[in-house]
């Protein structure tokens, strides 16, 4: 129940177009859901985040989408660029005890030229 | 401002030595948190502190131990070092550490390597 499942595990695709990376969760007590960009030798930095009252929310060319009842979210990423080649982590928080960050195993994206 | 701090970058031990990481919040944040990331995984939570005190703590072994201090800078420590414990090492701070309300911002971390 603790985890959160993150899909593709790679995605490579041309410049300009929209990749999708899909997580899902099982503990419908997270109310927290946020997306992270890390480069190489780099860490984590916040992209994005968005609540389970809130089915889409978008900032610049980052879009998230929200599926409560399917337990789902995802991230898109529009017009993307060369520069956006990295790995992106979804994550998921409790909302008592531990206030921890659980984060899906990430997606390497690759978007080329 | 300057962002989350860790030191040392990169650091490379051999087995059941001992290790302390350091970590340095952004100004302001009065709360650390400490996560493992195995190469090609996602961070693992390991603890986080608040004001001095263990708030949460992952699911690690005792060998894992960590503080903060006054001024709100943490130490992680690793005891009995095994080669599994090589991995990328983030800190993480917040105002404080209500993750509801807050984003959690993270240091570039340090790479330790143990052999």
């Known amino acids: 129940q603790q985890q959160v499942k993150q899909s593709p595990q790679s995605l490579i695709v041309q410049k300009g177009g929209i990749p999708i990376i899909n997580c899902a969760y099982e503990?419908?007590?997270?109310?927290?859901f946020p997306w992270y960009q890390q480069f190489p030798g780099k860490g984590p930095a916040l992209l994005i985040a968005i609540r389970p009252d809130v089915s889409e929310k978008k900032e610049g060319r980052f879009t998230i989408s929200f599926n409560k009842s399917a337990k789902q979210f995802s991230l898109h990423i529009m017009d993307s660029q060369p520069g956006d080649s990295a790995t992106y982590f979804c994550a998921a928080s409790l909302t008592s005890g531990t206030y921890k960050y659980i984060f899906g195993t990430g997606t390497r994206l690759k978007v080329l030229a | 401002d300057a962002g989350v701090t860790q030191s040392p970058t990169h650091l490379i031990k051999t087995r059941g030595q001992h290790v302390t990481l350091r970590c340095s919040p952004i100004?302001?944040?009065?709360?650390v948190s400490w996560y493992q990331q195995v190469l090609g995984q996602g961070p693992q939570f390991i603890f986080q502190?608040?004001?001095?005190?263990?708030?949460g703590r992952g699911n690690f072994p005792d060998r894992f131990s960590a503080r903060q201090f006054p001024n709100y800078s943490s130490e992680l420590n690793v005891n009995a070092l095994l080669l599994g414990d090589s991995a990328l090492y983030l800190c993480?701070?917040?105002?404080?550490?209500?993750?509801?309300?807050?984003?959690?911002?993270f240091g570039p971390g340090t790479r330790l390597l143990v052999l």
């Open positions: 502190y608040y004001e001095k005190e263990e708030r």
């Open positions: 100004s302001g944040h009065k709360s």
């Open positions: 503990n419908t007590a997270f109310d927290y």
């Open positions: 993480a701070s917040s105002y404080t550490g209500t993750v509801r309300q807050e984003t959690q911002y």
